[in-house]
Nanobody, 122 residues
Framework: QVQLVESGGGLVQAGDSLRLSCAAS????????MGWFRQAPGKEREFVAT????????YYADSVKGRFTISRDNTKNTVYLQMNSLKPEDTAVYYC???????????????WGQGTQVTVSS
């Protein structure tokens, strides 16, 4: 089993930066890949980014490529999402999840955090 807890969300202005964290516990952190997803009101949950077990391999949704960076620290059992140049359309609840690397479908991920709200004002 894996327990995931996100933090770092908040209200920012367009163009600002924010860093989300996701602390994991349970199964050995370095044995599974991690992903970030988001869900805006009235919309389906969408893939944001994924990172492999070692942190070397990453993959991003086109909508965030070049603005967001996913990283992980296996010594701290934590995955991060650095979000720069935020836009109002980035407003959503952001979730971290454990699952296979490189997969964008949410149903492939087995454990999820509770989510953290990110609101970007124009």
């Amino acid at each position: 089993q894996v327990q995931l807890v996100e933090s770092g969300g908040g209200l920012v202005q367009a163009g600002d930066s924010l860093r989300l964290s996701c602390a994991a516990s349970g199964r050995t952190f370095s044995t599974y890949a991690m992903g970030w997803f988001r869900q805006a009101p009235g919309k389906e949950r969408e893939f944001v980014a994924t990172i492999g077990r070692s942190g070397v391999n990453t993959y991003y949704a086109d909508s965030v490529k070049g603005r967001f960076t996913i990283s992980r620290d296996n010594t701290k059992n934590t995955v991060y999402l650095q979000m720069n140049s935020l836009k109002p359309e980035d407003t959503a609840v952001y979730y971290c999840a454990s699952g296979p690397f490189g997969v964008t479908m949410s149903r492939a991920y087995d454990y999820w955090g509770q989510g953290t709200q990110v609101t970007v004002s124009s």
